[in-house]
């Protein structure tokens, strides 16, 4: 779709995955959890009610791909979803896999602990694996 444009926070705070029937999938640049965002790419939507029926069922079709896919290749003990658009108002579900293990466990990942960027080889790494298990 021609008139969507994504958001300069998540464009600043994430790294482009892939483009799904609905979704742009985005990777969260936190590397303390595999953290996937997806983002309609319908302009001008805030939230989930406001896409047309069709188009939420492809949501949650999604959101149900991605929490497999995380679910399947890091074998987290939750899988947290939400789309509060607090900070950004474009609508985006975040898929987090999280594990007891994780710096902010049992907490929100937002707020409890700074996002850690990835490292070069271990971004490449991290993308090839998600793009390869799509």
């Given amino acids: 779709m021609t008139d969507f444009i994504l958001h ?3 464009k600043a705070d ?3 995955l892939a483009r799904l029937d609905l979704t742009l999938l985005l990777l969260m640049n936190a ?3 595999p953290w996937l965002i997806l983002v309609p790419q319908r302009p001008d939507v805030r939230e989930i009610h406001e896409l047309p029926a069709l188009d939420r ?11 497999r896919l995380l679910t399947d290749l890091f074998k987290p003990d939750k899988i947290n979803i939400g789309a509060l658009g607090n900070i ?5 579900v975040h898929v987090i ?6 710096p902010a466990w049992p907490k929100p990942v937002w707020g409890t602990v700074a996002p850690e960027p990835y490292g070069a080889d271990e ?3 991290r993308l090839q694996t998600i793009r390869d298990a799509l």
Wanted: net charge negative.
């Fill in 57 to 67: 069922t492809i949501l949650m079709d999604e959101v149900a791909h991605c929490s």
């Fill in 31 to 33: 590397r303390q959890w």
């Fill in 8 to 10: 300069e926070k998540l």
């Fill in 97 to 102: 896999a999280r594990t007891v293990t994780d």
């Fill in 123 to 125: 971004l490449e790494a």
């Fill in 14 to 16: 994430a790294i482009e």
């Fill in 88 to 92: 950004v108002p474009q609508l985006h």
